[in-house]
């Protein structure tokens, strides 16, 4: 009774359509590539393939887990190889790269929406080419016409892999901390010499080549984060003609027992003089790496959803499937000895606050993936400013949010299966497991909100956050007009005057007390996300009741219609808990005697 | 960097003082033994022993795990069986036993306290000992004086083990689904046939037998709940001079691969006509279950209580050393190289929040255990019946409030550690695998939830509930009389008039359409949680601000009504979140076609 997993293909379809808009986007160049055809060609291939090659390898990938060789090597679960050869072949990462540097030149939403399916099927592979992803972007971003040149092609198209370098022992959140040391060499490179830790796919044997992107210091750099330099230094120097030449001088020195993604290594990376060359310019290390950090964030909260997403289809499929009892309205399975699970109002509780996150937590993601595309291609500069605004607002919600949702809903999930889904076999304890890092790594999930409160907010004099309210308020608005929609409009009204009420407050009690911003911070992101997830749920039910095109069968429609009404019943309630929250400040936690803690 | 454990002695003797108020109840017979300095020697022994002997065991055996051997044996982790032997020579298992039976004759309240330090060092190692009490209780409660005479000794000592065994494959919550046969033999005992799993503790090195509580049906019981008889199966047959006999006809047929308590094998076991004997009367099994499965879900209760309080504690001590980032107002370590974690608001309430749930959460548990011992042994009737009303109502709150906290929390503290968290070594996931568990067994949270809104409200017409809100009502008079103490009244006051409001709701709703009672009876169990603890969160506010004894110092005292003030600021503004979604009723989670799941 090993987890199975289908893509979710009819509600991507439902989401792009209504949540996204694709259809309205065609005239943008950025998607002139992105027709009907080719949207659903994505869709039902990536579901095939991911439901086919990757998902088969998340079980037995987690049993075997990765094997740390003498030598320095690391070995990945069996499959594993093969199926990133397939990745590559099928040129699944190449879907949103541009088309002169050999990708295939599509919006970034619909590579969000692979990303999805990937993560769900198989996270620790997926993690693989996921990574190369953020050194790809801060390459594009930063690197001089060679470095693209000789990384980008070759990273772009899966043939080598990419990875972040930024933590070391005594430095994780606090990179000002960083001891990695550069030092420059006459030919223009670098020499690096340090130990990095928690570096997820350091090494191992899916790709001929392994491009590292490391933070370190140079000469007279000041011991702050401001000091830091991003580092190229690729596992084999390539040669002239592109091919990997001589060994660098960086080695894998063992990898970690961990609570999960067993498939993907978290490896310590040894620098000893490695031949590196600077990304970008000297010093401004941290503004390279949150380009690569930027698009990681929206990733890992894609990881949140996406164990939340095959948990919760294994959990329906159980309570469809489980005779445990009989409904307190008298007996649907007469002639059985017990009705299903599903009959039980608790069970389809958790059910509903599953669906609830995964389907609303993608239509925010798909919705903020678009505000990639919308950034850099929309049709004017107001409209791209919007879009950065709130791409930036909301990647910490994303990032948070669905990660501590997920793993709240992938845990529900296990609830379901009793003590079946404490037991390894059955597959669900691992989605637990594997979906438990994604609120650590990337920034931890208090880093997120305190960005958000302490950077985000306070960006362009809170820009940001009135692009979001005006969206929120047309669209509450436009809920008021209908009256099957109007208590849930009125729900995500209520919400968003809470967050407005919290962000007066923190306007009020943080500026001059950062303590009071700092203290509230993880409950305001909370109350932010309910609005923002809320946002998609209306429109998305407004759309459930409209959409008579055929798309959707009756049920599909039905059912998006009352899990809006499930969510706004359910999370609505929330908002005034967090914005209490919020306004509680920071007094009694700092009044706390240190010693007595 | 191993975890640690140091037994939380000041604040047992602060909730033993304050909330169970143990030195008022020396008058009663019941308590005769538990002089000032018995208990003092018992919590620092207990103390003493659990992080000497108990300890050590806990990460080792997590990673060393059971073996299951041919011959179906089963091996415990190095070092169980000396720990065993230790916990058995100092009568550990006796404290709360009668004397006539071989105990200590101490209040159970004491025997929880010890059980909960036992689970805090080691929570597979401490189900051995905490299973066996369960079958004692049945036993006790339902056994011929032979029976009492043949076991319980044995059991209560230690030297024997017992189990409950009531899951089959395809029977858990629903025990009307129960296969397994007992056939009547003529020398007046039963040979009982069928396959049981997740049987904690099945098998094992510990002792020389192990006594099992098995559920069957007798010829001609219907096939419902109600057909079910208890048996005593023991593994070796006692003979007429007390030892063990003929092996009897079970075994352990494996065991299984689970997420965490890896110390403690979970067996299928199988009966081939085992010789079996009845324990109270047949058919009426389910009665006798449910003395064992009271007892043990005050201690899963207290399991889930004991991990959080175990990882906290490490993620403190993490948070005071590990350096990080600096203080939003200012350096607070100037001449090192960052601050502690300690200076981040964010961390605080992280913490705060594990506290506000360890400290109260214990209080309610022994508050709780208190009324096993009053509802036995007070003075009148009326305190008897009120001793066991309230703890009948608050049984399922601690089993499904205690466990669900305790896991959240212990995800929070590895939290702190951030990706060394993540990391077998730090053994702060091993807290959080281990927890996840008390969620699920003796009868997973969402069936306290019914049964807490199905029965235990319902009983006597309502008459535990009445009884709980005038406690609560004369703390809350009590507070709001003081100034400083008001607030967190207020705070209460309020919680306690959502739930009554939502209790009124329920009587409304539910009575007609009991699914009504049902969506809602998981927010119902929260918001009682939220009231129960944050009574005895005023009771302890008052008491921190009124205990000039020189028993505490006066940081601890500080801490403590800190911690109160913390708990009221985040935990109060739930009680009206949770009101709502009770009062959501069932209407949109069963209108949602069972097909689109």
């Not at 001929?208 to 991003?230: F, M, Q």
């Not at 489980?322 to 699970?341: E, I, T």
Request: aromatic share 8%.
């Amino acid at each position: 009774m090993p987890a199975t997993y289908h893509a979710p293909v009819p509600d991507t379809r439902f989401v792009l359509k209504h949540v996204v808009g694709l259809p309205s986007l065609a005239g943008l160049p950025a998607f002139r590539e992105a027709s009907a055809e080719m949207v659903a060609a994505i869709l039902d291939e990536g579901a095939k393939f991911v439901e086919g090659v990757v998902a088969p390898l998340n079980q037995p990938g987690d049993l075997q887990g990765c094997t740390h060789h003498d030598d320095g090597s690391v070995a990945t679960p069996d499959g594993y190889r093969e199926a990133y050869q397939a990745y590559v072949e099928g040129g699944w990462g190449t879907l949103a790269q541009s088309t002169e540097q050999g990708g295939q030149g599509l919006p970034h939403v619909l590579a969000a929406v692979f990303q999805e399916y990937m993560s769900s099927a198989c996270m620790a592979f997926a993690m693989f080419p996921g990574l190369a992803q953020g050194a790809v972007a801060a390459i594009d971003a930063f690197g001089t016409d060679e470095q693209k040149k000789t990384y980008l092609p070759h990273m772009i198209s899966g043939q080598w892999a990419g990875t972040m370098n930024l933590t070391e022992p005594q430095c994780g959140t606090d990179l000002g901390l960083i001891q990695s040391r550069a030092e420059p060499e006459k030919d223009g490179s670098w020499k690096l010499t340090g130990n990095k830790i928690f570096i997820s796919g350091g090494e191992h044997d899916l790709t001929e080549n392994i491009i590292h992107l490391v933070l370190a210091k140079t000469p007279g750099a000041p011991d702050t984060a401001r000091g830091i330099s991003l580092f190229i230094v690729p596992k084999f120097l390539p040669k002239a003609d592109g091919t990997p030449g001589k060994r660098n001088a960086l080695s894998c020195g063992s990898i970690e027992h961990k609570m999960g993604i067993h498939g993907n290594p978290t490896c310590v990376m040894n620098y000893d003089g490695a031949t590196a060359f600077l990304l970008g310019k000297e010093m401004e290390g941290l503004k390279a790496m949150f380009v690569m950090m930027n698009a990681a964030r929206l990733g890992v909260g894609c990881q949140g959803l996406s164990q939340a997403e095959v948990a919760m289809q294994n959990a329906a499929a159980y309570a469809r499937e489980r005779l445990q009892g009989r409904a307190l309205s008298g007996p649907k399975n007469p002639d059985g000895p017990a009705d299903p699970l599903l009959v039980h109002p608790d069970v389809r509780r958790m059910l509903l606050d599953g669906r609830a996150f995964t389907e609303g937590g993608r239509a925010l993601y798909l919705w903020v993936a678009l505000q990639v595309d919308l950034a850099a291609a929309a049709a004017t500069a107001a409209e791209r400013e919007a879009a950065d605004d709130l791409l930036s607002l909301l990647t910490p919600v994303i990032k948070a949010w669905c990660t501590e949702e997920g793993y709240r809903q992938a845990t529900n999930a296990q609830q379901v299966f009793g003590g079946h889904g404490y037991i390894t076999e059955w597959g669900m304890e691992q989605f637990v497991r594997d979906a438990r890092i994604t609120m650590i790594y990337e920034g931890a999930n208090g880093i997120q909100a305190l960005d958000l409160v302490g950077r985000k907010l306070a960006r362009h004099g809170g820009r940001a956050l009135r692009t979001f309210l005006a969206l929120v308020g047309e669209t509450v608005a436009a809920g008021q007009a209908d009256e099957r929609l109007q208590p849930l409009a009125e729900a995500l009204a209520g919400a968003r005057k809470e967050l407005e009420g919290a962000t007066m407050w923190l306007m009020e009690n943080a500026m001059a007390a950062p303590d009071n911003g700092a203290a509230g911070s993880m409950a305001y992101l909370r109350l932010l996300a309910i609005v923002a997830v809320g946002h998609c749920w209306l429109r998305m039910a407004a759309a459930a009741l409209a959409d008579d095109s055929g798309d959707f069968n009756a049920e599909f429609l039905e059912a998006k219609f009352l899990t809006a009404r499930h969510f706004f019943e359910q999370q609505g309630p929330m908002a005034a808990a967090h914005a209490a929250r919020v306004k509680a400040g920071a007094a009694t936690m700092m009044a706390f005697p240190d010693s007595a803690f």
